[in-house]
């Protein structure tokens, strides 16, 4: 017997799409291998590494912790949805770039959608709350600390433009 | 790293949930947050034949804090508990385990009523329902029961929970008139679970005398241990330097740790007293800063 699908209908990245799904497929899953969004990583798939964070609804989850049947009627964004349309990089991307905080960049995506989540939330970080803010993502090249400092610039940055 | 398949039921009312529960009994687990199911699926060391998902159930997410307890309705997840500023003063131990609970993305997700119907003993949050004394409210399609914490935690993974029921709320009594709590534990890393963590609750009287202590530990056995016994030592005194030492000492002998694997049992042993000493340290100062 087939196994079940669910028709879903979900938005990403401000396109809607329309899908069928196995409902054991994982969100993660489901956004690289049926929509090709390919930028979201997938790394421990046991919710540890934070690569495949991506926002649900604006918040950042695990990508890997979630059936894509679950995301029917829901807004995702991944680290495609970053850039503005015409390639001008986001304040938290042109700072990861400008303070080389990235090696492998493996990791990247997930910090990314992270830490624009958080930016939002709490403009004016200490770089102890950044490092705590930091603290669901696994990187192996960095360190942290370039990471730390883009993110810090990136604050600075986003204060300025925020009307 | 794929689950295997299984019948996926969105559910759409509480009542339809537990309907679907009651039909598929243990070959059915709900789906909260999942941040604990999940890994487990992937991993296929769970492969539930059902999965009945309530995340639609908008209703079973609640913080209703009247001063006497705070009603926490099953969905309601960590972020929702996190962010309400009225709810953390007024229970110093949610604020005090919250930010080390996993990671953040974790705790947008993941869910009281899930966390502690998963009953992993290294978490944070059955040892403080536990030390709180906290109500399990637990509903089935044929009717609805009461359990106090400390019995429904039965296991290692294990609890009071019927094949055909759900937990659907969470009663914890307000703090106290002059108490003071704490909790800490100790992790390698950020977010990592516990070596080992202690929640105290203290009493005292108009003279500083202890007239009530409680006591949980997470990570240092198959449950929640509920360290309440060994803390009775204060009962009657001061709480001095001494009268913590001999708790410390009574909570080293009374647990059973099975070590970890960055840990050895004898390490979490002694983290557990380091632990219960600066917990009730720092409970008996808190009662002092409120007076």
Same mark, same amino acid.
């Given at each position: 017997?087939?196994?079940?699908r669910?028709?879903?209908e979900l938005r990403v990245?401000?396109t809607?799409?329309?899908r069928?799904v196995?409902a054991?497929?994982?969100?993660?899953?489901f956004?690289r291998?049926?929509l090709?969004?390919?930028g979201?990583?997938?790394?421990?798939?046991?919710?540890?590494?934070?690569?495949c964070?991506?926002?649900? #609804?604006?918040?950042?989850?695990r990508?890997c912790?979630?059936f894509?049947?679950?995301?029917?009627a829901? #807004?995702?964004?991944?680290?495609?949805g970053?850039?503005?349309?015409?390639g001008?990089?986001h304040?938290?991307?042109?700072?990861?770039?400008e303070?080389?905080?990235?090696q492998?960049?493996y990791?990247?995506?997930?910090?990314?959608m992270?830490m624009t989540?958080?930016l939002?939330?709490?403009?004016s970080?200490?770089?102890?709350?950044?490092?705590?803010a930091?603290?669901?993502?696994?990187c192996?090249c960095t360190?942290?600390?370039?990471?730390?400092?883009?993110?810090m610039?990136?604050?600075?940055?986003?204060?300025?433009d925020a009307? | 790293?794929?689950?295997?398949s299984f019948k996926?039921?969105?559910?759409?009312?509480?009542?339809?949930?537990?309907?679907?529960k009651a039909d598929?009994?243990?070959?059915?687990?709900?789906l909260?947050g999942?941040q604990?199911?999940l890994p487990?699926?992937?991993?296929?060391l769970?492969?539930?034949?059902?999965l009945?998902d309530?995340?639609?159930?908008?209703?079973?997410?609640?913080?209703e804090?009247?001063?006497?307890d705070?009603?926490?309705?099953?969905?309601t997840?960590?972020?929702?508990l996190?962010s309400?500023a009225?709810?953390?003063?007024?229970?110093p131990?949610f604020a005090?385990a919250?930010p080390?609970?996993?990671?953040?993305q974790?705790?947008?997700?993941?869910?009281?009523?899930g966390?502690?119907?998963?009953?992993?003993p290294?978490?944070e949050?059955?040892?403080?329902?536990v030390?709180m004394?906290a109500?399990f409210?637990?509903?089935?399609?044929?009717?609805?029961r009461?359990?106090?914490?400390?019995?429904f935690f039965?296991?290692?993974?294990?609890?009071?929970?019927r094949?055909d029921?759900?937990?659907?709320?969470i009663?914890f009594p307000?703090p106290?008139?002059?108490?003071?709590?704490?909790?800490l534990?100790?992790?390698?890393r950020?977010?990592?679970?516990?070596i080992?963590?202690?929640?105290?609750?203290?009493?005292l009287d108009?003279?500083?005398?202890?007239?009530?202590?409680r006591l949980a530990?997470?990570g240092?056995?198959?449950?929640?241990v509920d360290?309440?016994?060994?803390?009775?030592?204060?009962?009657?005194?001061?709480?001095t330097?001494d009268?913590?030492?001999?708790?410390?000492?009574n909570?080293?002998?009374?647990?059973?740790?099975?070590g970890?694997v960055?840990t050895?049992?004898?390490?979490?042993r002694h983290i557990?007293?380091?632990l219960?000493?600066?917990?009730?340290?720092?409970?008996?100062?808190?009662v002092r800063?409120?007076a």
């Amino acid at each position: 017997m087939p196994p079940e699908r669910h028709d879903i209908e979900l938005r990403v990245n401000g396109t809607t799409y329309r899908r069928s799904v196995e409902a054991r497929l994982l969100l993660s899953d489901f956004i690289r291998h049926d929509l090709l969004l390919a930028g979201m990583h997938v790394g421990c798939e046991h919710g540890v590494c934070g690569a495949c964070t991506v926002l649900l #609804d604006g918040i950042p989850v695990r990508s890997c912790l979630m059936f894509a049947v679950q995301s029917n009627a829901h #807004d995702i964004t991944t680290v495609e949805g970053l850039a503005t349309p015409d390639g001008a990089l986001h304040p938290v991307q042109q700072a990861m770039h400008e303070h080389h905080g990235l090696q492998c960049g493996y990791c990247t995506p997930g910090v990314l959608m992270t830490m624009t989540a958080y930016l939002q939330d709490n403009p004016s970080p200490s770089e102890d709350e950044v490092r705590d803010a930091l603290s669901g993502n696994l990187c192996r090249c960095t360190g942290y600390q370039n990471i730390v400092d883009a993110m810090m610039a990136a604050a600075a940055t986003m204060r300025e433009d925020a009307p | 790293m794929k689950p295997a398949s299984f019948k996926y039921i969105a559910a759409s009312s509480l009542a339809h949930a537990l309907a679907a529960k009651a039909d598929h009994g243990e070959d059915a687990k709900f789906l909260a947050g999942g941040q604990s199911l999940l890994p487990a699926m992937n991993f296929r060391l769970a492969r539930p034949a059902v999965l009945i998902d309530l995340n639609p159930l908008g209703d079973l997410a609640y913080i209703e804090d009247d001063g006497h307890d705070v009603r926490i309705g099953a969905l309601t997840r960590y972020r929702d508990l996190e962010s309400d500023a009225a709810c953390l003063k007024h229970y110093p131990l949610f604020a005090d385990a919250l930010p080390v609970i996993a990671h953040p993305q974790i705790r947008n997700r993941g869910t009281i009523g899930g966390n502690l119907s998963h009953a992993d003993p290294a978490s944070e949050m059955p040892a403080l329902a536990v030390a709180m004394q906290a109500r399990f409210r637990i509903r089935s399609a044929s009717g609805e029961r009461e359990v106090a914490a400390a019995e429904f935690f039965q296991g290692l993974l294990t609890t009071d929970l019927r094949d055909d029921e759900m937990l659907v709320e969470i009663v914890f009594p307000a703090p106290p008139a002059r108490s003071g709590s704490a909790f800490l534990e100790i992790s390698r890393r950020r977010g990592d679970f516990a070596i080992a963590g202690v929640a105290a609750i203290l009493k005292l009287d108009d003279n500083d005398i202890c007239i009530a202590a409680r006591l949980a530990l997470c990570g240092v056995g198959e449950t929640p241990v509920d360290g309440s016994d060994a803390a009775s030592v204060l009962i009657g005194h001061a709480v001095t330097a001494d009268a913590i030492n001999a708790v410390v000492a009574n909570v080293r002998a009374a647990i059973a740790p099975a070590g970890t694997v960055q840990t050895s049992a004898d390490y979490q042993r002694h983290i557990a007293g380091i632990l219960t000493e600066r917990v009730l340290a720092a409970a008996h100062q808190r009662v002092r800063d409120a007076a």
